[in-house]
């Protein structure tokens, strides 16, 4: 018995081995996770914008603002002149938190009454937002201490917080928005790069290749039903997060399914990608598999993209899923309209139109 199992193993083992592609596929993923993991997965809050509107201008307040500039939590200080510049700095996700000092703010100070700073986070990354009002918290701490040791002064009164678009920092609003990103990630990959693999597993690909369909024909036929997939899935997610999970849902129903077309589009160009370099449906899935944890640890939904380096920063522009996890919860949990999404919408047409365009070109030449 033990003889007949050994065999097996190694009948299984030889098939995975077999072939360059699919020891490819084995290690080379182990090296790219391993080069990238110790960058992305994370959870220090480093690298982002500190946006600050001083109604102030006095010398207690530009001191503090200071301090907190040299943060390493913080990179670059956004300077905001009025409400509106603050409402767009959270809205557009230019900075994760927004300080505001108030006109008597040193005055107050300087008089021995205890003057407040408002802290305005953005909710919809609740996590990283809590890390990053700790840190500031901690900072005007100190402060608080250094003055009334040396100084004698009163402290500061405590920072007055508020969230937006996540009040109560409800940790399901973050989740359940990013799932519908995910979950669609992850079925769009599937269904088309393994509806081609299973075409040469069967021997009825090269039958496809010289039949009156187009390569272009082809990949529509093999994009269309990843795209009916994913958009039912990603319709039950929505549906549980509304009424299941109570969420409410701020945005354009059209603009999310519009944007969910031009992600579907780019995805399914990396699945005939991955399609077309593999010759069984084990080296898609595999194939499938390499793609998706990098897609996910660089898309900022486990840890900030500007907690990367900024050479990844650049890189990670080619991963799909960075740009429509930011477009699903700005339409999910704020009304975010097109113009503010372009930024981000654009990017994912441009995906699809190159990745499209190489699957295209790899059926050519196999079709020449």
Not at 147 to 152: A, D, M, V
């Amino acid at each position: 018995m033990l003889s007949r199992i050994a065999s097996l193993i190694v009948k299984e083992l030889q098939g995975l081995l077999q072939d360059r592609q699919s020891r490819a596929l084995l290690i080379v993923p182990v090296f790219l996770q391993l080069a990238l993991f110790p960058f992305a997965a994370t959870l220090e809050v480093k690298n982002n914008t500190l946006a600050v509107f001083n109604e102030d201008n006095g010398g207690e307040s530009i001191e503090l603002v200071q301090r907190l500039s040299r943060a390493q939590a913080f990179t670059q200080v956004l300077d905001l002149h009025s409400e509106v510049d603050l409402r767009r700095a959270i809205d557009n996700q230019e900075a994760l938190i927004v300080l505001r000092f108030p006109s008597d703010f040193s005055r107050a100070v300087l008089a021995g009454r205890p003057a407040a700073i408002q802290a305005i986070l953005d909710g919809r990354r609740s996590n990283s937002a809590q890390i990053v009002f700790g840190y500031v918290q901690q900072i005007v701490q100190d402060y608080n201490d250094e003055r009334t040791t040396n100084r004698g002064g009163p402290q500061l009164s405590k920072l007055v917080v508020r969230y937006w678009f996540n009040p109560n920092l409800d940790y399901v609003r973050h989740i359940v928005p990013s799932l519908v990103a995910i979950i669609t990630t992850i079925s769009a990959l599937i269904v088309t790069s393994l509806s081609v693999a299973r075409e040469r597993e069967q021997g009825t690909f090269d039958q496809l290749l010289v039949s009156p369909l187009t390569p272009g024909m082809i990949m529509v036929g093999k994009t269309i039903p990843a795209m009916l997939v994913a958009m039912g899935q990603a319709t039950i997610i929505l549906s549980a997060g509304v009424f299941v999970y109570r969420i409410p849902f701020q945005g354009s129903l059209l603009l999310l399914y519009g944007s969910m077309v031009f992600y579907i589009l780019a995805l399914a160009g990396f699945g005939l990608l991955i399609s077309s370099l593999c010759a069984t449906q084990q080296q898609a899935f595999l194939g499938v598999f390499s793609f998706v944890m990098p897609a996910i640890l660089l898309s900022g939904f486990p840890s900030p993209v500007e907690n990367m380096p900024v050479w990844l920063q650049y890189l990670d522009w080619l991963n799909p899923l960075r740009h429509f996890i930011v477009i699903v919860k700005s339409v999910f949990l704020k009304d975010l309209g097109a113009a503010a999404l372009l930024r981000h919408l654009w990017p994912l047409l441009v995906i699809a139109v190159g990745t499209l365009g190489a699957a295209n070109w790899m059926f050519r030449r196999r079709l020449g």
